[in-house]
């Protein structure tokens, strides 16, 4: 009994300093950050642009993504709600330049993370060059550490130009 309580609190004890120290690694990386991931699409800017924008639509073409209810704000910014594996996200369309460019920003303020991806279609001969920019600001530490060291800042991109490829028949390695 006594080395079965022993060994329940030496691991309690190595999952605390586990933690304490992901903690304290975490605490010294930047907050924010901003990363860009591309693909080259064999598709018109205006298939891409038409897809990307089409936000309740996804579902259909994203693994990652459940549900999107598409709202209106009062000042007339499209507001969308992506639910998927990881919950609920809300999100606004704060830029939208008809096939050439659009920006979606976080409008959760308690997710442990925030920011915007940058959206740009580039015609390139017949075919269209996709970019996406997050600009992230990551403020949970433990968060932060696992965004840097397990799954890394481009994880969420990577995932979404993939499935962009996929939608159009494509097999795509983001750049």
Same mark, same amino acid.
């Given at each position: *009994?006594?080395?079965? #309580?022993? @060994?329940?609190? &030496?691991?309690? =004890?190595?999952?605390?300093?586990? @933690?304490?120290?992901?903690?304290?690694? =975490? %605490?010294?990386?930047?907050?924010?950050? &901003?990363?860009?991931? %591309?693909? #080259?699409?064999?598709?018109?800017?205006?298939?891409?642009?038409?897809?990307?924008?089409?936000?309740?639509? *996804?579902?259909?073409?994203?693994?990652?993504?459940?549900?999107?209810?598409?709202?209106?704000? +009062?000042?007339?910014?499209?507001?969308?709600?992506? +639910?998927?594996?990881?919950?609920?996200?809300? $999100?606004?369309? +704060?830029?939208?330049?008809?096939? &050439?460019?659009?920006?979606?920003?976080?409008?959760?303020?308690?997710?442990? $993370?925030? /920011?915007?991806?940058?959206?740009?279609?580039?015609?390139? /001969?017949?075919?269209?060059?996709? %970019?996406?920019?997050?600009? =992230?600001?990551?403020?949970?530490?433990?968060?932060?550490?696992?965004?840097? $060291?397990?799954?890394?800042?481009? %994880?969420?991109?990577?995932?979404?130009?993939? &499935? #962009? /490829?996929?939608?159009? /028949?494509?097999?795509?390695?983001?750049?």
């Amino acid at each position: *009994m006594k080395i079965a #309580l022993i @060994v329940g609190l &030496s691991l309690v =004890g190595a999952l605390a300093l586990v @933690v304490a120290v992901i903690a304290l690694v =975490g %605490s010294r990386l930047q907050s924010k950050h &901003s990363v860009t991931r %591309s693909v #080259l699409l064999h598709q018109t800017h205006t298939t891409v642009y038409a897809t990307a924008r089409d936000f309740a639509a *996804m579902p259909k073409w994203r693994p990652d993504v459940r549900q999107v209810e598409v709202t209106q704000a +009062a000042e007339g910014r499209v507001r969308f709600r992506e +639910a998927g594996k990881h919950g609920a996200v809300n $999100y606004e369309l +704060a830029e939208d330049v008809t096939n &050439s460019r659009m920006v979606t920003r976080i409008l959760d303020t308690d997710l442990g $993370y925030s /920011g915007q991806w940058t959206y740009t279609f580039t015609p390139e /001969g017949a075919n269209t060059r996709v %970019s996406i920019t997050e600009d =992230g600001e990551v403020s949970n530490v433990i968060f932060r550490f696992l965004s840097r $060291y397990a799954f890394g800042h481009t %994880s969420s991109i990577d995932a979404y130009l993939t &499935s #962009l /490829g996929k939608q159009f /028949g494509e097999t795509v390695a983001p750049e």
